[in-house]
């Protein structure tokens, strides 16, 4: 009786659905800017308000999104778009991943909605309530990610309607925003580490655009982002176990 007790109040603890919302609100800011941008991007990109809307809607990745945009510009055969697609978006099987083991106890349904819908800033949020000790529940997780997901289309297709009358998304540097937004993450990364890892992760980064720069003159320079990419970020996880 105790332990069906105790379930029951840890059951009642945990945050819900529209806790998810809430806490989800800090970060709309973002999806809303970078979304509009992908959609003004999309657009000049000879897409229509459908295609840009589909694509949040099925791919949503802004970082994905511009780089589509930017293939489907340079005329690169449909293979080259999903496989790079494929690439930049692999690392949400690692953020999936990452939360995995606190939704064990839901279906396998849950939890494949749950990661369907994980993104980099639903990730931090996640990441900073596992941080502070704090509990976490499959209806919060959904509560913070479909309203992230909905927004994320509705800037998306906002930003695909004003890019009609803005032919040169460039010129606002438009086309650096997502750029920008992690740039910015990885400020506030930085901040909260200690001198001997910053060093590290500071010649990681070196590291990576030295190793790009060579790899150009080899490979074409969306290969070689990728290669990269890869090369450095597995060397920075083997030194730093």
Known sequence: MNELANEI?????????????????PTLIGYISIGIAAGIVGAS???????????????????????????LVSGSPISVILFTTFIVNLRNLL?????????????????????????????????????????MSAQWMNGLNVTAYIFWILSCMLGAIFGKWISNPEAFGLDFSLTAMFLALLVLQLQNIDQGRLKFYL???????????????????????????IIVATIGVVKDK
């Open 9 to 25: 109040n840890s059951e009642e603890t945990l945050p819900t659905y529209l806790q998810g919302v809430k806490d989800c609100i």
């Open 45 to 71: 990109s000879n897409l229509s308000i459908l295609e840009v809307t589909l694509l949040s809607a099925l791919v949503y990745a802004g970082a994905s999104q511009f780089i589509i945009c930017a293939l």
């Open 95 to 135: 953020l999936s991943m990452t939360l995995a083991p606190h939704f064990t106890k839901y279906s396998l349904m849950k939890n494949i909605g749950i990661g369907a819908l994980v993104t980099d800033e639903s990730f931090g949020v996640a990441i900073n309530k596992i941080a502070k000790k704090e509990g």
């Open 203 to 229: 010649s990681l980064i070196v590291y990576v655009v030295l190793l790009m720069l060579v790899l150009c003159m080899l490979v074409p320079s969306y290969v070689a982002i990728i290669l990269s990419t």
